[in-house]
């Protein structure tokens, strides 16, 4: 829980619908989750402009933000800077910053302006036991319908893995397109997991072989699911 303004705010937890809020950013004013209705987007907070951890991660996202559009993900990026600060790190990194090989990063998705903290806070982005006056580096994976959908939050001191992040939002969707789960490290290619039966019938149908999966026991069953119909089926939605 935060306590903002003398009363007690929740932090947002998987499937709320995302906090509202209008903010201006450094590709002008947005209306969120609104402006993004029928897109998934990924909502993340960074402690401070003119940081270096925070560096490497917007030049990282920057260069990866075709790769997520193409997966149909919008980023929109937080701090609580302001506006004019904004433009002078993104200017800075464009102009002077190299990171593994990247250089002349233009960073095209919107950062928030949040002085006020107020969005900050909306989302439990500020974790006074880490500090009180920074986010700290908190995702959000926000799908079409403006529903929460993933939740992960790294301290200050700790650089986001953005594989990982683009991993999670390919499985999201495909979980969501095919109606099953994702293992452990699953990536597009591998096997997926089906839901345990719901009943002894159906568990004994499965352990007979007589559907299509691979069932270890019982509530352990998976099936094959090909490379190229998960990424034609997840990707440009």
Known sequence: MEEQNDKIVAMPRLGDPAPAFKAVTTQGEINFPADYSGKWVILFSHPADFTPVCTSEFITFASM??????????????SIDGLYSHIAWLRTIKEK?????????????????????????????????????????????????GIIRTIIYYPLSLGRNFDELYRALIALK??????????????????????????????????????????????????????????KKVLKK
């Open 97 to 145: 910053i190299e990171y593994k090989g990247k250089k002349n990063v233009e960073v095209n998705f919107p950062l928030i302006e949040d002085i006020t903290m107020d969005v900050a806070k909306k989302y439990g982005m500020i974790q006074p036991g880490e500090d009180s006056t920074k986010a700290v580096r908190a995702v959000f994976f926000i799908d079409p319908k």
């Open 65 to 78: 933000e075709d790769q997520f559009a193409e997966a149909g993900c919008s980023l929109v990026g937080l």
């Open 174 to 231: 495909t979980a969501d397109e095919f109606n099953v789960a994702t293992p452990a490290d699953w990536r597009p290619g591998d096997d997926v997991i089906i839901s345990p039966a719901g009943s002894c019938g159906a568990a004994k149908s499965r352990m007979d072989g007589k559907e299509e999966m691979t069932c270890q026991d019982w509530f352990f069953c998976s099936k094959k699911l090909d490379k190229d119909e998960v990424l």
